[in-house]
């Protein structure tokens, strides 16, 4: 599974960006998807996540300033980020789990640059 992530780019502190996922079939096949981030020197994280039913999570860093969506037309998954801050510099990758049998399958897209400047 290619998952195609898009919208990344460089943005002053306190503006926004669009991420997109783009699947090649249909996102409803996935039990979740989700972005992750992973900035220089540190470990990848979760930014936000949203399961197959439509329950979302999100790191408490971004609760309030980010919001994660399905199109299920279009398989895609956005994330909508706003108030960006320099600390959300970090290259964010998308991230679609899929669990037959029991057994999970995790696929991971190439990861989309976003720099934020104080």
């Known amino acids: 599974v290619q998952l195609q992530a898009s919208g990344g780019g460089l943005v002053q502190a306190g503006g926004s960006l669009r991420l997109s996922c783009a699947a090649p079939?249909?996102?409803?096949?996935?039990?979740?998807m989700g972005w992750y981030r992973q900035a220089p020197g540190k470990q990848r994280e979760l930014v936000a996540v949203?399961?197959?039913?439509?329950?979302?999570n999100y790191a408490d860093s971004v609760k309030g300033r980010f919001t994660i969506s399905r199109d299920n037309a279009k398989n895609t998954v956005h994330l909508q980020m706003n108030s960006l801050k320099p600390e959300d510099t970090a290259v964010y990758y998308c991230?679609?789990?899929?669990?037959?049998?029991?057994?999970?399958?995790?696929?991971w897209g190439q990861g989309t640059q976003v720099t934020v400047s104080s």
């Open positions: 991230k679609a789990d899929r669990a037959p049998y029991g057994v999970t399958y995790s696929y």
């Open positions: 079939e249909s996102i409803s096949r996935f039990n979740g």
């Open positions: 949203i399961s197959n039913g439509g329950n979302i």
